[in-house]
């Protein structure tokens, strides 16, 4: 838009396109957090702990 290439109409369609991908990524990343385990060896035993879950720290 700067450089005069894109109209205002044209720039706000490809920001909202552009939110509309952010949302659609952003849900596809909280789906993957969701599923992702982590797996530890504790006492020679793989264990699993659900991704960000408090035990991991």
């Known amino acids: ?3 005069g290439e894109k109209s205002l109409e ?8 552009g939110l ?3 949302k659609f ?3 596809k990343l909280e ?3 969701k599923k ?3 797996i530890t060896e504790e006492n020679g035993e ?6 960000g879950s408090e035990d991991d720290a």
Not at 10 to 17: G, H, N, P, Q, V
Not at 46 to 51: I, M
């Open 36 to 38: 992702v385990k982590i």
């Open 31 to 33: 789906e993957a957090e």
């Open 20 to 22: 509309e991908i952010a």
């Open 1 to 3: 838009m700067e450089n």
């Open 10 to 17: 044209d720039s706000i369609k490809l920001y909202t396109e």
């Open 46 to 51: 793989l264990l699993e702990a659900n991704f």
């Open 25 to 27: 990524c952003n849900g």
